[in-house]
């Protein structure tokens, strides 16, 4: 899926069929209202160079690899489903991590190996959604984009000393994880039970379980496809997989409150 939006991305792009760049090719006969225009324009005009981002891109990509493989993928995956639902999935990227890394180590580590992985990805997609997010604030606000990402390389640097030191005040001052007291920690249970299953391998898993979950993808894959490939007569109503995905990730209460809604 990750490779599949990244090169329909490309392609439009190619095409100039991407909102940046219509603005760019706007000749002003369009009915955009004058605060929109003012937008468009602070937005364009104070933009990141784009050497400047492919070659960061390039250059964070490689790092990011030769430490935990599928960071970069999982990291624009998960900025492209923040755009489309709003929703920021960095826990389910940090559970993928968790599984591959732990069952890749093995009995020998693989539930150590497993929980570091998944609290390096899921920091790192996270902050990719973050700005995404604070992207479309800048956006909304009049801010200069090119500020915006400038605030969030000082608050990540930031937050590699804050965070660490928090935590450590934590761990000594309270005792963390003790089920009958002020801070039970009870996901650390949950994520460590799931590094377990992770060393065990696919014969832990319920019957079925990963049929069905093959099912799905390709089930995804297939209703992405028909919606670039069809009229818009058409793929307007084949529902969009990322928003679908949501309800069997928060569960069936969720899709019906937002019915209700």
């Known amino acids: 899926m990750v ?33 929109e225009k003012l937008r468009n324009d602070t937005f364009v005009k104070d933009s990141i160079p784009l050497w400047l981002a492919g070659y960061s891109y390039v250059g964070l990509a490689a790092i990011s690899t030769a430490t935990v493989p599928m960071i970069p993928l999982l990291a624009f995956c998960n900025s492209y489903g923040a755009g489309l639902t709003d929703w920021n999935l960095a826990s389910t990227y940090g559970k993928i991590g968790l599984f591959v890394f732990a069952s890749w180590v093995g ?48 608050g990540t640097a930031l937050g590699c000393v804050v965070a660490p030191l928090t935590f450590w005040l934590y761990w000594t001052a309270f005792d963390v994880g003790d089920p009958h007291g002020m801070f039970k920690a009870p996901y650390a249970v949950i994520y460590r039970e799931m590094a377990i299953l992770g060393v065990e391998g696919f014969s832990a898993l319920p019957q079925h379980c990963l049929a069905i979950c093959s099912f799905f993808f390709v089930g995804a894959l297939v209703a992405n496809l028909v919606r670039d490939v069809t009229p818009e007569s058409v793929s307007k109503f084949v529902p969009v997989p990322m928003a679908m995905a949501i309800p069997f990730y928060m569960g069936a209460y969720f899709a019906i409150d937002m019915f209700l809604l």
């Open 107 to 154: 009995r020998n580590g693989g539930v150590i190996a497993g929980l570091a992985a998944c609290g390096v990805m899921m920091s790192v997609v996270s902050t990719a959604a973050d700005l995404m997010q604070d992207f479309r604030t800048g956006y909304l606000t009049l801010s200069s984009p090119r500020s915006m990402f400038v605030a969030q390389l000082i």
């Open 3 to 35: 490779f599949y939006h990244i090169i329909k991305i490309n392609e439009r792009s190619n095409q100039g069929k991407l909102p940046l760049f219509q603005l760019q090719e706007d000749d002003g006969g369009s009915q955009l209202s004058a605060e």
